[in-house]
């Protein structure tokens, strides 16, 4: 079993709509979360962390984790054409910090 | 504050040649990890350096080698390229130590292998 799942859509939203992303994971020895976004033939960008469980908002982004279910989430308010990316989620392991764990990523379309 | 960085961008190599990638992390960060990511796996770990000593290593062939310098900057080589190696390949920096930040990435180098 994969450290993280990830469904990879491609999901397409109207824009204005609210986004959520999932993503599980199957070990419980985990430490932070994080989820990052890609444009085409960039980088992954950091948009949060989130560190064992609860929620964090930044903007229009909320990252949550739900230890019980092993569930981690991103939503995305208000979505706008420009949120067009591939969004990961990863993970970090206290015993092997420096080594993140990703899901394959899922692209999300916007549309104006 | 200047962000990770990463060079070449592009690279064309020819199968059975080597090739290195560097990586310049963000300024005061120790810790280096660098990823492959293609279409069919995603992004995987190839393996991370923090203050010179290998940390953590993924599961890649011995082809796949790196240092990290005093200076945090940091090279990985590619031995006797094969067609499979095409990918992005990606560096990100962290503090490595003390409060948790977060990983910063590089815009990547996109290796192809002809």
């Known amino acids: 079993q994969k450290e993280v799942e990830q469904d990879p859509g491609p999901l397409s939203v109207p824009e204005g709509a609210i986004v959520s992303l999932n993503c599980t994971y199957s070990n419980s020895a985990f430490q932070y979360f994080m989820w990052y976004r890609q444009y085409s033939r960039k980088g992954p960008e950091l948009l949060m962390y989130t560190y064992s469980s609860g929620n964090k908002e930044d903007g229009r982004f909320t990252a949550q984790v739900d230890k019980s279910s092993k569930y981690i989430s991103l939503f995305i308010r208000d979505s706008q054409p420009s949120d067009s990316a591939t969004y990961l989620c990863?993970?970090?392991?206290?015993?092997?910090?420096?080594?993140?764990?990703f899901g394959r990523g899922t692209q999300l379309t916007v549309w104006p | 504050k200047a962000g990770v960085t990463q060079t070449p961008r592009y690279l064309i190599k020819t199968r059975g040649q080597q090739v290195t990638l560097s990586c310049s992390p963000i300024s005061g960060h120790r810790s280096v990890s660098w990823y492959q990511q293609t279409p069919g796996q995603g992004l995987q770990f190839l393996f991370e350096y923090f203050s010179e000593t290998q940390r953590n290593k993924g599961n890649f062939p011995g082809r796949f080698s790196g240092r990290q310098f005093s200076n945090s900057r940091s090279e990985m080589n590619v031995s006797t390229l094969e067609l499979g190696d095409s990918a992005l390949y990606l560096c990100a920096s962290s503090p490595g130590t003390g409060q948790f930040y977060g990983y910063t990435f590089g815009s990547g180098t996109r290796l192809t292998v002809v």
């Open positions: 990863a993970r970090v392991r206290g015993s092997t910090l420096g080594r993140l764990y």
